[in-house]
RNA sequence: AGGACUAUAGCUCAGUUGGUUAGAGCGCUACCUUGACAUGGUAGAGGUCGGCGAUUCGAAUUCGCCUAGUCCUACCA
């Protein structure tokens, strides 16, 4: 074996065997566990954020598949409608391409020849980190089968009532040219400004002052509002303003809806620009005005339509300066002619909430359109009673009420999305503006029994990405139809997600799982039993990773190592803000001096699981990896001793009698107790606890004090055979148990180590991944011998204090004597002698009995003195130095003890058992305190 | 405005139902190339658990208020 591990030389190899093999294939026995991959864009790379939700995933995965559970990680990718759309676009734009010059077809050719292309990046980055999904199965969210169960989904909903077709105000991108939902704008604060404009009353009697932060949109006003109650206006409601500029005639109309103390209570509404004018017009029946064109600009003959049936009323043309303007110069310009016209009063420095597109980040305009939506009322209902019945539970509990509160206030989904990369929308209409929705055309022209000259287009637009993958948990199981894996492995286990996505993902998975998936007995099924909810990861500052902030991490370079240049290129190619490059390079300049080494998969998933405590995001600290790095090389080197002292050895393969020793049973006894909590960690989702039980039982107890404890035993020329195959017994068998209970976290080390220690240990098999979990046995937890050992280590460490601080070498051999024991503290020693000397690196001991001891450094182990002598060693001023030190600590301590048991109402009130151990804690210290006393008292008197 | 979460050593984080002398890793100090490992070993230093109050014999832990930060949701034109 190597020195030191090599995380390269092996994980690619183990991977590939793997997954050759078919070992991420569910076995076909057992229970079923199943869970679905949150399917990433397809066209994107993946982040720290996967890799952090692949590392819980696999570590989930791994440990019920060798728990013997029927296990599918199902995996797959979505096609990601706006994002994809937008690479392709920004790639032909390179070129002087619109997607309009290549037409509908040709464009989505080569949106597919660049999924093909960049879909490897993420099945790679996947496969990188140790995941192990079925690929056999893997699914895209735009495979004929996926699209198939989409298709399915809109026609039932449509035949059901629960999808329609309506004109509404919706969320309108005018640079990506599509409507988005609600959930996909972004409301930022940013600073602006308050215009107070001056509208004048047709009968020239004075003037209101309205405010607004969108000047632009008084071309469209219908009304100005006042509060019923407000007595400053009540005469003028009725009457009628002559609207600047337009010179339109408008009423001015009572609603509650304005607030009598912002601003001068007076609001211009604006109903086909705005959600709350939308309402108000609705109210009062005005005529919605609709001065924007698709791209924002002011329109040169605006329409003018009625709440009744959308009836477009008339046009009216635009005066002539504003026709075509885009809509932050017409801002401009209709301040400046109010100025003018003596109608501005006043203007104000204002911050407001400035709705923009996640993916544009332009401004969105509400606009009025006809869209497709999907009625949630009825569906949110019974997404919410899964989950308050206890259906499904959230992990940490505290997400539930952040769903439930949501679900209840939900608004109807506005589905349709007008792009060309997605799922069309299975719609057709005739000339006269029918609505025919089927599964194709065909069927639609004998469904609806139409007359088959008559003409009939499909609906241009596409659904929501969201629609699709809100499908994910059943579609890809080969819903609707009724397969064998859809009957074994839906519902789901666990869905393993970030917070971020409950309300676009996980709510619309539920809604359309329990509607769609009934159980034998019709009732609903969930798509998933388990939400666990994690954190995000943040970088070593806190803040978000994002490309444009040039914080991200690719987690394969923390795997394979970069090197400063790459990453810089990395991070600042293919920017949507080239003017950050430079800001980025400095700050990964200083981040990343010499770039990022390579730390291997195993630490990588090591350090995402030790960081997995639940609600709480993740600073990613490169420190914390590197530790884990140091621990696989830890393992690995233990791995080492282990088989230099066994390979080619008897370690009790073929039989023979065994004598364990006090090591060997303590050692297996602690085992039981990590795998006990393990164990727990792992079924309560605490995957921080998995890491760290498995950290300190291999560092703190199998290397620090087992594997030194083996060495006097092995090295023993006349140990019996029995003991030397006991020991090596032990030694092999626990490490390869270790390598079973860390698999799941760090499936690489694991297995190349566990292909040498298996044979030794007499297992068997093709590979650890599908060898049974270690179940703690009870009954090998050894309490003597866990008292035992943790007397010798007490005796041991204080020899080493008295070593480190009266700076004797460690090398340098001494005698010790002991003093004060019990019967109990005699025996052990007896039986522990060789370890003893061995880890103390003790010449002789002697055990004293009345006669006054020579000058000595002592410590203390319970009531046992354990005590170095002095003579050519110790010298008095450091002895006195250190024993006042510990005296100090024990002092305060007594105070502290003697404070609470004089305390009647403790002595009272406390329970008997924790006054009891006060106590024995107080009578501990106390002679423990006495006994450094007389030592100190002796030492300051040579 | 409403709600959630967070605040523990210089840094990154644990701390089960209130009973600890508050822990780990990194970093720091001193010593050590001993036959698994310097990606190591041994011994140390370092915290009035954000603040104030309440409950209790006893609070990092329960409750209230406050401060700071993060994030949702709803928003005033």
Redesign the pocket.
Known sequence: ?E????PSEIEQNWYNTWEKAGHFKPSGEGDSYSIMIPPPNVTGSLHMGHGFNNTVMDTLIRYHRMQGRNTLWQPGTDHAGIATQMVVERQLAANGVTRHDLGRDKFLDKVWEWKEESGDTITRQIRRLGSSVDWSRERFTMDPGMSAAVQEVFVRLYDDGLIYRGKRLVNWDPKLHTAIS??EV??E?ENGS?WHFRYPLEDGSGHLV?????PE?MLGDTAV?V?PKDERYADLVGKNIRLPITNRLIPIVADD??????????????PAH????YEVGKRHNLALINVLDRDANILSEFTVITFDNYETQHGEKAPEAYAGLERFEARKKIVEELDALGCLEKIEP?T??VPRGDRSGVVIEPWLTDQWYVKTEPLAKEAIKVVEDGDIQFV?K??E??YF??MR?I?DWCISRQLWWGHRIPAWYDNSGNIFVGRNEEEVRSKYNLDPSAEIHQDEDVLDTWFSSALWTFSTLGWPEETEELKTFHSTDVLVTG??II?FWVARMIMMTTHFIKDENGKPQVPFKTVYVHG?V?D???A?MSKSKGNVLDPLDIIDGIDLDTLLDKRTTGMMQPKMAKKIAKQTKDEFPEGISGYGTDALRFTFC??A?????????M??V?????????I???????L??TEEQDCGQNGGDVNLSLADRWIVSRLQQTELQVA?AMDSY?L??VA?AI??FV??EY???Y??LS?PVL?DDNASPETLRGTRQTLVRVLETILRLAHPVMPYITEEIWQRVAPLASKSGETIMTQGYPIADENRIDENADGDIEWLKGV??GV??I???M?I???KPITLMLKNGTTEDQRRLEQNETFLKSLAKIEAVTWLGDEEPPLAATQLVGEMEVLVPMAGLIDKDSEIARLS?EVD??S??LQ??KG?LS????I????ED??E??KA?LS??QSTFDKLNEQLEKIKAI
């Not at 309205?210 to 969108?214: D, L, M, N, S, Y």
């Not at 590197?626 to 830890?634: A, H, L, V």
């Not at 009272?908 to 329970?911: E, F, G, Q, R």
Request: hydrophobic share 30%; net charge positive.
């Open positions: 074996m020195k030191t591990y090599q609600d959930l972004l409301s604060e308050m309205v405010a607004t932060t969108r949109t509002a509060h809806y304005v607030e009598r103390e912002f601003g001068t209570g007076c609001v211009k509404i604006t705005d959600f709350n004018d204002h407001l909430k940490p505290q997400y009420n952040m509160s949501w206030d608004q917070f971020d309300f995000l943040r070593a500052q806190g978000k030790s960081l405590s639940t609600g709480r995001d993740i600073k990613f600290d420190g914390r590197e530790g884990y790095r140091n621990f696989c090389n830890k690995w080197n233990a791995a080492r001793y282990v230099m002292n727990k605490r921080d606890h760290q950290y300190e560092w703190n290397c620090d004090w594997l030194e060495k090295w041991i460490i080493r204090n070593r480190g601080e700076n070498s460690p090398a030190k600590k024990v305060k301590e502290r003890l609470k305390n009647e109402k403790f009272s009130k406390a329970p924790v006054v151990k006060e804690k501990d210290a």
